[in-house]
Nanobody, 114 residues
Framework: QVQLVESGGRLVQAGGSLRLSCAASGITSSANVVGWYRQARGKQRELVAIIGTGGSTIYTDSVKGRFTISRDGAKNTVTLQMNDLKPEDTAVYYC????????WGQGIQVTVSS
């Protein structure tokens, strides 16, 4: 059974940095597209950043220049380096990986105080 486990979320002041990590277990083949989504309270879940097997990336406009996504295909891990955090980045962040089917992590809270 595939499981995704996120780590790294916590409370941070505006302007600070965090590094989120997600590791998959229960599967040995390399994932296809992997990425991070987030859901703020009262809002719909939105894409933050995704990265393909070749390293191509897509970011939502609000995080461009501040967040960087990277992956280790052999280990099935994905990280999100978040710099210059803003209060509007506060949300539950979810890791997502695909191997044909889509798998989600349980979510991790990131809170940015002003």
């Amino acid at each position: 059974q595939v499981q995704l486990v996120e780590s790294g979320g916590r409370l941070v002041q505006a302007g600070g940095s965090l590094r989120l990590s997600c590791a998959a277990s229960g599967i040995t083949s390399s994932a296809n597209v992997v990425g991070w989504y987030r859901q703020a309270r009262g809002k719909q879940r939105e894409l933050v950043a995704i990265i393909g097997t070749g390293g191509s990336t897509i970011y939502t406009d609000s995080v461009k220049g501040r967040f960087t996504i990277s992956r280790d295909g052999a280990k099935n891990t994905v990280t999100l380096q978040m710099n210059d955090l803003k209060p509007e980045d506060t949300a539950v962040y979810y890791c997502r990986m695909t191997w044909g089917s889509v798998y989600w992590g349980q979510g991790i809270q990131v809170t940015v105080s002003s």
